[in-house]
């Protein structure tokens, strides 16, 4: 098995209730839950993507 780590950035805002989720993949795990995360690639806005809380804490730093 070959090991690999992502390279690049996401921006991210952590999910509150009653925000606009028109674009965002990964729902259809369910609804987001209070601690997950909207991601978005800084180079295209509107590529959206959920991120659960654990994951997120798990794998990512802020680097700004």
Not at 9 to 25: F, I, K, N, S, Y
Not at 47 to 59: P, T
């Amino acid at each position: 098995m070959t090991v690999y780590r992502k390279k690049g950035v996401v921006e991210a805002t952590r999910w509150t209730p009653g925000m606009d989720l028109t674009g965002v993949t990964g729902l259809d795990q369910g609804k987001p839950v209070d601690g997950d995360w909207i991601a978005h690639d800084p180079k295209n806005p509107k590529d959206k993507w959920l991120i659960r809380g654990e994951y997120f804490a798990n794998n990512y730093e802020q680097v700004t």
